[in-house]
């Protein structure tokens, strides 16, 4: 079975730093997807950058970047010249390739970017 | 758009009492979701349908039942609520069938049972 975790339950920056949210999986699979979910206070979850487990290329979306290290398993989440907006729940999550879509959710790390 | 739509928004409980909650996506999606979310415990899914008519079980399916008779809804329903099932309830939707389509999400809803 698919177990995500992460070690970071909660974390505090200054507004414009940035900031590293940590994620690790177990998986026997080789082809996979990894998500961060973005869910604010109004409670929405939101999609903020996905990778394919067979691009080693690591997925970038503006201020968004991650750092896949397929072999240790590890799915780190950089959050560039943070934001007010930033401040929520962040959820690291997992996909088998071409099965039932089932996605394995994280804890949850809540980030909070101060003024 | 709509998306992805969660009936109710809040509900509040007396144990033992029935209902059932209605998730309705205008995508055409074929894979629907429903999860619950605790505090510390991220989204779990609950129970999720790959196709009209089909319904299988997910991580927490005791105490819960589903159905999915029309491509476009898909009910979640609670027999005999226990406290236990005080929780925000999120129904999610996508293409499904590994085309590299992320889930969307309803607004969820927040259920207490006192």
């Known amino acids: 079975a698919q177990t995500v975790t992460q070690s970071q339950p909660e974390m505090s920056v200054q507004e414009a730093e940035t900031v590293t949210l940590s994620c690790t999986y177990d998986t026997s699979e080789s082809n996979y997807y990894l998500f961060w979910y973005k869910q604010p206070p109004s409670r929405q979850m939101i999609l903020v950058i996905r990778?394919?487990?067979?691009?080693?290329q690591n997925a970038t979306e503006n201020r968004f970047s991650v750092n896949f290290q397929k072999a240790a398993k590890s799915f780190s989440l950089k959050i560039s010249d943070s934001q007010l907006g930033d401040t929520a729940m962040y959820f690291c999550a997992f996909m088998k390739l071409f099965r039932d879509d089932k996605i394995i959710f994280g804890k949850g790390t809540r980030l909070h970017i101060l003024p | 758009n709509a998306g992805v739509t969660q009936t109710p928004k809040f509900r509040v409980l007396k144990t033992g009492q029935s209902m059932t909650l209605l998730c309705a996506q205008d995508?055409?999606?074929?894979?629907m979701y429903w999860y619950r979310q605790d505090p510390g415990m991220g989204l779990r899914l609950i129970h999720y349908?790959?196709?009209?008519?089909?319904?299988a079980k997910g991580e927490v399916p005791d105490g819960y039942n589903v159905s999915r008779l029309k491509k476009q809804n898909f009910l979640l329903g609670l027999e005999s609520a226990a406290p236990s099932q005080t929780s925000v309830y999120f129904c999610?939707?996508?293409?499904?069938?590994?085309?590299?389509?992320?889930?969307?999400f309803g607004d969820g809803t927040r259920l207490s049972i006192l």
């Open positions: 999610a939707s996508t293409n499904g069938g590994g085309l590299n389509q992320p889930q969307h």
């Open positions: 990778q394919e487990a067979y691009k080693q």
């Open positions: 995508m055409n999606h074929e894979y």
């Open positions: 349908s790959v196709g009209e008519g089909t319904t």
